[in-house]
């Protein structure tokens, strides 16, 4: 199959960095640092990139399609100074930036969720915001472009006590070229509003330290009676699907796991190795040390010993 991007080189293994990461590292020249947050298709913020020699540039996306499709624009215009981070930005913004990182941070045209029941998934959130203003260096400016008068709103109610002094005005269709922005531009919107948001003072740090995972091992494992017991509450946790292979004698049970709007869709591993089975995320897949995931760690643990024998010999 034909690859659909020309270099990796600009995405960052996040994953196998130490965190907070350190962008003095990822970038040949230390220059100020722009964050844009869901780049979309990637063609504003390798634009930007061109044009601004002098700063480096962090695009924030979690759909594949759309890294691959930044990653050939910046691959084709030799950009040097952009770097892409796959990643959902409700995580990452808390975990995977240090405080002061950024001089300027940008979002343009995000999901407004305008259905009453949807509204929870909506970013900039006060907490969110809050996160933003500690990873903003002093006097740093986030702003934020939307064609929806109702976020906007909303976002304006969120941006209380978040150390943030907020401007709103209006922005003509054709300022920034992107998909979203042509499309709502044919559609007969001619202006778009723009929130400035200027740090004025600092908000409280968030605790941001990773979260230590504790495994399992138990004696016993009957896989024909293993039935594994979802999560209700704050944290929500589903399991799906349950493969059990008696030769290797391991069991896989797939996971998903919401948090705080941060969903993980991964494997745990139930493996029997010498006198015990083995509790713990799969390798190979794609998952992050949360308080969510340990909570699937734990449900398998006491799923599996409810079906302990009760005679022993």
């Not at 919107?189 to 400035?196: D, P, W």
């Not at 794609?286 to 022993?312: F, V």
């Amino acid at each position: 199959m034909k690859a659909r991007y020309i270099s990796l080189k600009p995405l960052v293994d996040w994953r196998r960095k130490r965190r907070p990461l350190d962008f003095s590292d990822l970038f040949s020249e230390c220059r100020p640092v722009v964050l844009e947050i869901g780049f979309g298709n990637g063609e504003y913020l390798g634009r930007r990139a061109a044009v601004e020699r002098s700063k480096n540039f962090v695009g924030l996306e979690r759909e594949w399609q759309s890294v691959w499709r930044a990653l050939r624009y910046i691959a084709r215009n030799e950009l040097s100074n952009v770097r892409i981070i796959k990643a959902d930005a409700r995580w990452a913004i808390f975990r995977l930036f240090g405080e002061h990182t950024f001089s300027e941070i940008y979002s343009l045209f995000p999901c407004p969720w305008p259905k009453e029941r949807h509204k929870r998934h909506r970013l900039f959130s006060k907490k969110f915001l809050q996160r933003l203003n500690n990873i903003l260096e002093p006097g740093g400016r986030l702003w934020i472009v939307t064609d929806d008068g109702d976020y906007a709103k909303w976002v304006i109610e969120q941006s209380q006590s978040t150390g943030f002094k907020v401007d709103q005005s209006a922005v003509p269709a054709g300022t920034y070229g992107t998909k979203y922005e042509n499309k709502w531009a044919k559609a007969g919107l001619k202006f778009f509003c723009l929130l400035t948001f200027c740090k004025e003072y600092e908000c409280p740090n968030f605790d941001v330290k990773e979260y230590t995972l504790q495994t399992h091992r138990i004696v016993h494992f009957n896989p024909d009676e293993f039935r594994p017991i979802p999560v209700r509450g704050q944290i929500v946790v589903d399991f799906k699907d349950c493969l059990f292979d008696p030769q290797q004698q391991r069991c896989l049970v797939r996971a998903v796991v919401v948090e705080d709007e941060f969903v993980q869709d991964f494997w745990i591993e139930i493996r029997k190795h010498e006198a015990n089975w083995h509790i713990r995320p799969a390798s190979g897949c794609s998952w992050i040390p949360t308080l969510g995931l340990q909570k699937a760690l734990d449900a398998i643990r006491d799923s599996c010993l409810r079906n302990i024998p009760t005679n022993r010999s």
